[in-house]
């Protein structure tokens, strides 16, 4: 399977954590945008956001995601916004497998309210803003996505099983790259 795997989803749902560990996992390279994008503008997307506006980090966004959506054999995790843009939807559906991490707001928020480094967090009210942002967006993670995994409250290796078996049952990856399969004994075909 060549095709880049995309983690589309809210922010907090964990792209990043689970990408790195699914990559591990399929012995590909393990790309984030959004780091992507900081290294290209030497600095943090929360300087680049409140200097230049939420419109220029999005062509930003979309220039370096097309670039991403190019490379095989990576696993990728996208900004939580980047579904924002048609191209950007297009591009991820059309040449990667996309996977969404779905988490409900209460989640996120337990998890992100402590967190200084989300721009579009700081807010007075950052429930109320994922709550927003979650029905803006939940449509377009689902339009965009290939696959759906319920977040909820797994631990790490537990969602990147599950994302295994699903891309498994699709036929993208190896039974033996699935821990829940190596060394699962086979009935004989009759």
């Known amino acids: ?62 220039q370096t995601i097309a670039r991403l959506c190019q490379q095989t054999g990576t696993v990728l995790a996208t900004g939580g916004g980047a579904v924002l843009r048609s191209e950007n939807r297009a591009a991820l559906q059309q040449h990667c497998q996309v ?9 996120l928020f337990r998890r992100l309210r402590h967190d200084t480094q989300r721009p579009l967090l700081q807010v007075r009210d950052p429930l109320k803003r994922l709550r927003d942002l979650y029905r803006e967006r939940d449509p377009l993670y689902r339009e965009t996505c290939h696959f759906t995994i319920e977040t909820g409250r797994p631990s790490v290796p537990t969602l990147v099983n599950m994302i295994l078996m699903q891309l498994e049952l699709a036929g993208l990856v ?5 821990p829940a399969t190596v060394g699962r004994v086979m009935p004989p075909l009759a």
Not at 99 to 107: A, K, M, V
């Open 99 to 107: 996977l969404y991490l779905r988490s409900t707001p209460e989640e």
């Open 174 to 178: 190896d039974p033996m790259l699935v």
């Open 1 to 62: 399977m060549g095709a880049p795997l995309a983690l589309v989803g809210m922010p907090g749902s964990g792209k990043s954590t689970v990408g790195r560990h699914l990559a591990r996992q399929l012995g590909r390279q393990f790309v984030d945008s959004d780091h992507e994008i900081e290294h290209a503008i030497g600095g943090s997307i929360r300087v680049y956001f409140e200097q230049h506006g939420e419109a220029a980090f999005r062509d930003l966004e979309a």
